[in-house]
């Protein structure tokens, strides 16, 4: 029955030819693990295709949906981490078998005649599979990928000619947005793969044309074996052990969550994907209009050498002892490559020159100081005019609800992280002074930790410079006794009245609730946004003397009411209060000490939601949640693994039971024929 | 049920006519390519090439930027990202040298696109990428940046500030607009 189907369908479509140019083909010298990294590759591809076509039942290609669709897949879709996890360390894996692939033809010189068409299509190959990295990355649309595209879209464009066409071609625009995603997203999902497809099949059709190259010395041509089953079976084990570390370093190694992509941000330091760090790293020894040589140069160099070798490499000799100059020049590429690989992944060209900051800043005195000095000294000051007074009225509300009292001391009321402001008016700043120092205090003192008040309206600073210019007494001695009474005497509140709001008081979240941010850079801004009210890493302790309370609330550890080990709950509650702000409860704010109040970061628009995501990745983290925390895994990541190294152990220790039995076998009757 | 057992009649084995039938395949074929890979192409390029022109946006009172280091001003614009219509948040640097004397740089670095910081403590620029360095007045002191940081173009009414948001082709030693 089963051969009546074979023979009608071989008799309509021709199977068994196709079957037999596919799989027949002797190997001279035999099968070898040497050959296996190309047919690995090839596996990885179609394991690629297929995790890849996985992911886009999930991923949405749009710019306000791509990073939460990705993130949806990898945390709430059971098996999601690991379709991504497969998918994002399959790329990498990948670019590493092409590389070792094109080095073992290389050094097996199997480049040369009559195989210099295969390997013409295999650079192609390689160019197509950096393609795809390349497109790969700017898809999560998260700041790794947007930064990575922006500067490598940037480098198209410089080059000579055809760079304004090439980077506007690519982005569908001047600027990275929407169209540039779309792009990236066909480019990466359609066309290219298409290319790729064609091209494997140029590629093995050329290379079952003129068979395996096989050992270079003629005594070990002598044996023979053959493509199937032989080769094919080491193919196979060998790709079992790629598949295993894959699904290994998934589970131990997931890909991180760079956070949203946020175009206006300053704090992240952008890199590319590991297999362009070295271009990353030689750009820097080309500058100035030598740059190009670098970013257009050094790829085309290389492209062309690969593209040439079999042209101008033309001597049939394949031993690798008796090529010393083609060694030579495969290991100082190879080395280079490597070397500035190596030293691209450790460099941080941000980072060093915050180092040489902070030394630079030290060695330098205080600006501020003198400054205050100097003019501390005019004597004469002009009466405050009607319009100034109202404007310190209603400029003293803002300074007791805006977060000032934390820090500054009036007339013997607030904190003593900064200068004492009783007499401000005295020393005689000017508005212009003021202001800056309210907008960008950094501007005056860089070392200074007064956060810069940008989410302030200009009349609200401008009713602030007048506070601050009528304020004419004579500093109290610090440590005064009514701040610390009333930081002291939080039970003072009426037994009905909440010492703190509840997140559903404030008002609902923003959108950064439902972005999985990035812990680092959370720290960072955190520490520059936040750090000054809450405290180093969250730990509280600064005063908030209106407040019921007595100091603004630690975050670190949080209030058990925002807590939750539920990472959407957590940062749905923490994000409440970023996005509105909050007024804590304290005693009438018709008193003078009106509790200092949280500004809506996000309703104000003084930090992105992008930023605030982060914020609150770094807020779970300090309480111990993970915000990227898979809520679906299926089975837990490292469960699976031992379950599958456990099935491919097994597997491995019946075929090598099977194998030595019927070596066993064999030598038996060989024995046996001998005796006779 | 094809009537294979009459016997064929052979199309006439004329040379000339052959191979005109053979260009004329290719020339049609060509055509057909040509005529639609001109617009499919165009339909790419086109629109990405167009230049945006942009309008003074307020930026808020010069009066609110200090006179001494370059500060961040932030302002918001409506703008169109191909056909989602948005309110974009700007930042730029400001530079104050005066109330009718305003320097305003565009925030991308004009290397390769990253957005550099203002370091206080060292007067300069610095760009985190790949550590170009600016002085305060822009001018590029070290690094591989091909050009001063851009300025855009402001103007200022009643102490208001406007900026017109541009940008600018990245990596040459000329600033073009883009």
Redesign the interface.
């Known amino acids: 029955m089963l051969s009546n189907i074979q023979e009608w369908i071989n008799d309509r479509w021709p199977v068994k030819e196709v079957w037999k140019a596919a799989t027949e083909e002797e190997i001279p010298g035999g099968s070898s693990y040497a050959y296996v990294f190309g047919s690995a590759t090839l596996f990885l591809f179609l394991l690629q295709i297929v995790t890849g076509v996985w992911q886009i039942f999930y991923y949405v290609p749009t710019?306000d949906h791509a990073y939460q669709s990705l993130s949806y897949l990898r945390i709430s879709v059971p098996f999601g981490w690991l379709i991504h996890g497969l998918h994002y360390w399959g790329a990498t894996v990948m670019v590493i078998l092409v590389a070792v692939h094109l080095s073992r033809v290389y050094i097996w010189g199997g480049y040369k005649k009559p195989r210099e068409l295969t390997w013409l299509l295999g650079v192609f190959l390689l160019l197509f599979t950096m393609a795809m990295s390349f497109t790969g990355a700017a898809l999560p649309w998260d700041e790794t990928g947007y930064?990575a595209s922006?500067?490598g879209t940037?480098?198209a464009?410089?080059t000579p000619m055809l760079g304004?066409?090439a980077e506007?071609?690519l982005?569908?625009?001047?600027?990275m947005?929407?169209?540039t995603l779309s792009r990236f997203f066909i480019l990466h999902v359609a066309i290219i793969p298409a290319i790729l497809l064609a091209f494997i099949a140029l590629h093995l059709v050329a290379f079952r044309k003129k068979g395996s190259v096989g050992p270079w010395e003629e005594s070990k041509r002598k044996r023979s074996g053959s493509f199937w089953p032989d080769q094919v079976f080491k193919d196979a084990f060998f790709f079992t052990i790629i598949l295993l570390a894959l699904i290994a370093l998934a589970a131990f190694l997931a890909p991180p969550f760079s956070g949203p992509a946020d175009p206006?941000?300053?704090t992240?330091?952008?890199k590319p994907e590991w297999n362009f760090l070295f271009l990353y790293q030689a750009?820097?020894a080309?500058?100035?209009?030598w740059?190009p040589v670098g970013?257009i140069g050094i790829p085309t160099v290389l492209f062309a050498f690969l593209f040439l070798l079999p042209f101008f490499d033309k001597n049939p000799e394949r031993s690798p002892r008796k090529r010393p100059i083609a060694m030579l020049i495969g290991l100082v590429i190879a080395g280079g490559i490597t070397t500035l690989t190596i030293s691209g992944y450790y460099s941080h060209?941000?980072a060093?020159?915050n180092g040489?900051?902070v030394a630079?800043?030290s060695s330098?005195p205080g600006k501020t100081a003198s400054v205050e000095t100097v003019v501390a000294k005019q004597p004469e000051l002009p009466p405050l005019s009607p319009a100034q007074k109202a404007g310190a009225e209603k400029g003293a509300k803002v300074f007791a609800t805006m977060g000032c009292t934390a820090c500054h001391t009036v007339n013997g009321v607030g904190g003593h992280v900064g200068p004492d402001l009783s007499g401000e008016g005295l020393k005689a700043h000017s508005?212009?002074?003021l202001?800056?120092?309210i907008?960008?205090p950094?501007?005056?003192d860089?070392?200074t930790v007064m956060p810069p008040f940008?989410m302030l309206s200009?009349v609200q600073?401008g009713e602030l410079v007048d506070y601050l210019t009528s304020l004419r007494s004579k500093p109290v001695p610090a440590a005064a006794p009514s701040t610390s009474v009333a930081a002291k005497t939080p039970q003072a509140r009426p037994a009905n009245v909440r010492v703190v709001q509840l997140p559903s008081d404030v008002g609902e979240p923003g959108l950064a609730a439902s972005m999985i941010g990035n812990v680092e850079h959370g720290k960072k801004l955190f520490d520059a946004n936040c750090a000054s009210c809450h405290g180093v890493e969250g730990k509280g302790g600064v005063p908030n003397p209106g407040s019921y309370l007595g100091t603004v609330p630690a975050l670190n550890p949080v209030r058990p009411e925002l807590f939750s080990k539920d990472p959407a709950v957590f940062a749905d509650n923490l994000d409440r209060f970023i996005e509105n702000g909050a007024a804590p409860p304290g005693p009438s704010p018709q008193k003078a000490m009106a509790p200092m109040s949280m500004v809506g970061y996000g309703k104000t628009?003084s930090l992105?939601q992008q930023e605030i995501s982060n914020i609150i990745a770094y807020v779970m983290s300090l309480n111990g949640v993970n915000r990227a925390k898979i809520l679906h895994p299926g089975i837990a990541p490292k469960t699976f693994f031992f379950l599958a190294l456990g099935i491919f152990i097994v597997l491995w220790l019946i075929l090598g039971t099977l194998r030595l039995v019927s070596s066993q076998g064999k030598t038996d009757t060989s024995a046996d024929s001998e005796k006779k | 049920m094809e009537n294979s057992e009459e016997p064929k009649i052979p199309e006439q084995h004329d040379p000339s006519r052959r191979s005109f039938l053979k260009i004329g395949t290719g020339v049609i074929g060509g055509f057909a390519t040509l005529i639609l890979a001109v617009p499919f192409l165009d339909a790419?390029?086109s629109?990405?090439?167009?230049?945006?022109i942009g309008k003074f946006v307020n930026a808020?009172?010069v009066?609110?930027?200090?006179?001494?280091?370059p500060?961040?001003v932030?302002f918001?614009e409506r703008d169109r990202?191909?056909?989602?219509e948005e309110v974009e948040?700007?930042?730029v640097w400001a530079l104050k040298h005066g109330e009718n004397n305003v320097t305003v740089f565009s925030?991308i670095c004009p290397?390769?696109?990253?957005?550099?910081?203002w370091?206080?403590?060292?007067d300069e620029f610095?760009c985190?990428?790949?550590?170009s360095?600016f002085a305060k007045d822009g001018k590029v002191l070290h690094?591989?940046a091909?050009r001063s940081l851009d300025t855009l173009p402001t103007k200022i009414e009643n102490g208001e500030l406007y900026v017109k948001w541009e940008?600018f082709?990245?990596?040459?030693?000329k600033k073009i607009v883009?």
């Open positions: 710019t930064w922006e500067v940037s480098i464009g410089t304004n066409i506007s071609l982005r569908g625009g001047a600027k947005g929407q169209l206006i941000d300053t992240f330091q952008p750009i820097k080309f500058q100035g209009p740059e970013t060209p941000g060093k020159q040489a900051t630079a800043a330098k508005i212009a002074w202001m800056a120092q907008r960008n950094k501007s005056h860089p070392k940008t200009n600073v628009q992105t | 790419l390029l629109q990405s090439l167009r230049i945006k808020g009172p009066s609110s930027i200090s006179g001494n280091n500060q961040k932030f918001d990202d191909a056909y989602i948040r700007r930042d925030p290397h390769l696109g990253c957005r550099y910081n370091h206080p403590e060292r610095i985190p990428c790949h550590g360095v690094g591989p091909p940008r082709k990245l990596g040459v030693p883009v």
